[in-house]
C-alpha cells in the first residue's frame, strides 16, 4: 500500500513569495490532515479535513495560508505571502476514521530568507 | 498551541538498556498516540491507548496511561542503536486531530 505523498520536499523561497504544497493521501483514507512542525517543537496542526469539508482550521492563519480539497483526494496547502517565521516543516497526514492512527507523509521542508 | 509535555527532553543511553519517557497533557483525551520521528523523516506511528485502558503492549514498546494524573509513560526495552529518534506523544480529541507535545530526543549507543 502506498503510503501519503508530498511534493515538493524542500523548497526555499524570499519572504513576501507565495509557495503551495501537495499531499495525495493513502487510498481511501476520507481524513485529511496539515500540520507545520518548527525546528525543536511537536508538529501542530493547522487544518483538518473530512473529505473536501473543512473539520477544524481554528490554528491556520488565514490572511496568509489557505487550503483545499477538491474531490475528497488531494490537497494543496498555500502560503502568501510568506514569512520569515514560516521556515518549518510542513506535514501532511491522513487517516481512514477518525480517532484513530494518523499516517504521515515524508514532509516538506521550507524554508524562507 | 501544545498540550503534551515529554519529559526527558533528551536522553541517553546504552544498547541493551531500557529506555522510560513520559508525557503530561491538560485537558481530557479520546485517546493518546507515541510516534517517533526520525532525523529529517516523518512521523512513525508507534501505538494508541484509547482513554479507558491502563496499559498496552506493541513488541518492546510498552505504553501506560493514568487518566487521573493526566499522564502517559512509554517505554522501550532492549534499546537498539535503530531506536535513536525523537519520540512525541499525542493527544487525540473527539474529531480526530492530535495535539502533540515537544517530544523526546532519545540516543541509544552502541
Known amino acids: 500500500e502506498a503510503g501519503v505523498a508530498q511534493s515538493p520536499r524542500y523548497k526555499i523561497i524570499e519572504k513576501r513569495q507565495s509557495v503551495a504544497f501537495w499531499c495525495n493521501p493513502i487510498s481511501g483514507h476520507a481524513t485529511l490532515y496539515w500540520y507545520q512542525q518548527i525546528l525543536g517543537q511537536g508538529p501542530k496542526l493547522l487544518i483538518q479535513?473530512?473529505?473536501?469539508?473543512?473539520?477544524?482550521d481554528s490554528q491556520l492563519p488565514k490572511d496568509r495560508f489557505s487550503a483545499e480539497r477538491l474531490k475528497g483526494v488531494d490537497s494543496t496547502l498555500k502560503i502568501q505571502p510568506a514569512k520569515l517565521e514560516d521556515s518549518a516543516v510542513y506535514l501532511c497526514?491522513?487517516?481512514?476514521?477518525?480517532?484513530?492512527?494518523?499516517?504521515f507523509g515524508p514532509g516538506t521542508r521550507l524554508t524562507v530568507l | 498551541s501544545q498540550q503534551g509535555e515529554e519529559d526527558p527532553q533528551a536522553l541517553s543511553i546504552q544498547e541493551g538498556e531500557n529506555a522510560t519517557m513520559n508525557c503530561s497533557y491538560k485537558t481530557s483525551i479520546n485517546n493518546l498516540q507515541w510516534y517517533r520521528q526520525n532525523s529529517g523523516r516523518g512521523l512513525v506511528h508507534l501505538i494508541l491507548?484509547?482513554?479507558?485502558?491502563r496499559e498496552k503492549h506493541s513488541g518492546r514498546l510498552r505504553v501506560t496511561l493514568d487518566t487521573s494524573k493526566k499522564s502517559s509513560s512509554l517505554l522501550i526495552t532492549a534499546s537498539r542503536a535503530a531506536d535513536t529518534a525523537s519520540y512525541f506523544c499525542?493527544?487525540?480529541?473527539?474529531?480526530?486531530?492530535?495535539?502533540f507535545g515537544k517530544g523526546t530526543k532519545l540516543s541509544v549507543k552502541p
Open positions: 491507548i484509547r482513554s479507558n485502558e
Open positions: 499525542a493527544t487525540g480529541r473527539s474529531q480526530g486531530n492530535l495535539i
Open positions: 497526514a491522513s487517516s481512514l476514521d477518525p480517532p484513530d492512527t494518523q499516517y
Open positions: 479535513f473530512q473529505n473536501n469539508g473543512v473539520v477544524d
